[in-house]
């Protein structure tokens, strides 16, 4: 997906875990949010 190199970030507030199978991938208890601001993040 092409981009026009505006991003916004904030720091989130949860621990976010992720998997790939059994395997951890993402395990973060101070993620920050990334999004291209052409697409909002709901609230």
Do not use: K
């Not at 989130?12 to 790939?20: K, L, M, P």
């Amino acid at each position: 997906m092409p981009h026009n190199g505006t991003f916004n970030w904030e720091p989130g507030e949860r621990w976010v875990r992720g998997y790939r199978g059994s395997a951890t991938v993402v395990d973060s208890r101070r993620p920050v949010l990334v999004w291209e601001s052409a697409h909002p993040v709901p609230r």
